[in-house]
């Protein structure tokens, strides 16, 4: 088995499931943050290079997350997994998006450089995260507003919990044959933002609605909130093909992975807001 892994992203969504994941499994783990804080943190930041080097030194395998909110993060990744490679790191488990076939501009072209530059690698391929809904998501403000706002029309999407990607993703870091694939990850079922809003309705007892705008409008929204124009742009292209089924699939990846059922919608909701309430 690869390790230790380092887990980029470690506070994050995915990295810090990944990270609680393997540690539950024995795995030894390096989690890399921009501002560590305990024994097994380790400091990273794309914004400075150097420190990539000794938060790789004497890893066997890397969860590797983009740098977040940037278009195209080629720039940064090809020198990243160049370094990598250099320190004889075996095996890359690559975080991109069932949005984003290999191939495709920014992320999409980190594909390739992962089949090519790690030894042993794989690339999961996620559709849109149950966590959207809370946290600082743009969807979480929608939740408190008992209005979700989108570009996607009656479009839907095979929502998944962050915690089955990251079971997904601990056994590509450890499996002891490397999977060198690519897995296209969904929840059980394909939802619209109307039905998740009936069921966040169901679920808190408040009114929640779905409002469906024009993708330019949407893309504005996402600018006023704070993320950079492009970016802003990316994101709200992504609504515009949800909104012509790109993103009406579902997959058997994550039972077929974990031998248990991926988590429903509902589930997360009642998890998520009986608890918190
Ligand atoms: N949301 C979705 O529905 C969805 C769907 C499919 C795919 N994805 C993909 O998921 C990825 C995001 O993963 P995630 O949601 O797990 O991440 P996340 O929660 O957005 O953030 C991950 C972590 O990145 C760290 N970070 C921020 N700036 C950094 C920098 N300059 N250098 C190093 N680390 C930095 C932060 O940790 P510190 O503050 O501790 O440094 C943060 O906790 C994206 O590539 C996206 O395309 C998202």
């Known amino acids: 088995m690869p390790e230790p892994v380092l887990v980029l992203g470690a506070t994050g969504t995915t990295g810090s499931r990944v990270v609680e994941t393997l540690t539950r499994q ?3 783990v390096r989690a890399a943050t921009r501002t560590p804080t305990v024994e097994n943190q380790v400091r990273f930041d794309w914004a400075a290079p150097e420190t990539w080097a000794a938060a790789l030194r004497g890893t066997a395998a890397v969860y590797l997350i983009a740098p977040i909110g940037v278009a195209d993060p080629v720039p940064l990744l090809e020198p990243f997994l160049r370094e990598s490679a250099r320190q004889g790191v075996r095996r890359v488990v690559l975080l991109s998006s069932s949005a984003v ?35 600082t998501h743009p969807h979480a403000q929608g939740v408190e507003a008992g209005e979700l706002v989108t570009a996607t029309g009656r479009g839907r999407v095979g929502f998944i919990d962050a915690a089955d990607i990251a079971v997904v993703a601990a056994h590509a870091l450890t499996a002891e044959v490397s999977l060198d694939t690519e897995l296209l990850l969904t929840g059980p079922e394909a939802l619209g933002y109307s039905d998740v809003a009936a069921i966040l309705a169901e679920v808190t007892g408040r009114p929640m609605r779905h409002r469906s705008v024009a993708v330019d409008e949407f893309a504005a929204r996402l600018t006023e909130l704070g993320y950079p124009a492009d970016f802003s742009a990316m994101l709200a292209a992504l609504d515009g093909d949800i909104r012509r089924g790109a993103q009406d699939q579902l997959t058997s990846t994550v039972t077929d992975l974990t031998g248990w059922p991926a988590r429903s919608f509902r589930d997360f909701a009642r998890k998520q807001w009986t608890t918190a309430r």
Not at 108 to 116: K, Y
């Open 26 to 28: 024995g795995v030894s």
């Open 101 to 135: 076939p290999e191939g495709a501009p920014g992320l999409g072209a980190a594909h390739r450089l992962v089949r090519e530059l790690a030894p042993e690698w794989t690339v999961l391929r996620p559709s849109w995260f149950m966590q959207n809904f809370t946290g």
